[in-house]
């Protein structure tokens, strides 16, 4: 099935009908110019605890998040600030 899926879009756009199209997946619930001052701010405020700082985050930003999301965000922007 994915080999005529790929065969029918390269038929039909030829190499470009391969390309990965943008906007695919799911979109990030944090991102770094909507939400990173926030997130810094409360984790500055609650730095021993993590479970604090993501129920003040939620509350704050109206957004659910898991623990894991919280991780992988602050994460990202500690490499962004030591690069």
Known sequence: MSVNNWTAKFNAKWIEGLRIQSGRGRKPILSKEND???????????????SVAKAEIEKESGKRLSNITL???LKVLTQDTSA
């Open 36 to 50: 990173a001052d926030l997130v810094i701010e409360i984790v500055k405020k609650n730095r021993q605890r993590l």
């Open 71 to 73: 991780q992988r965000f």
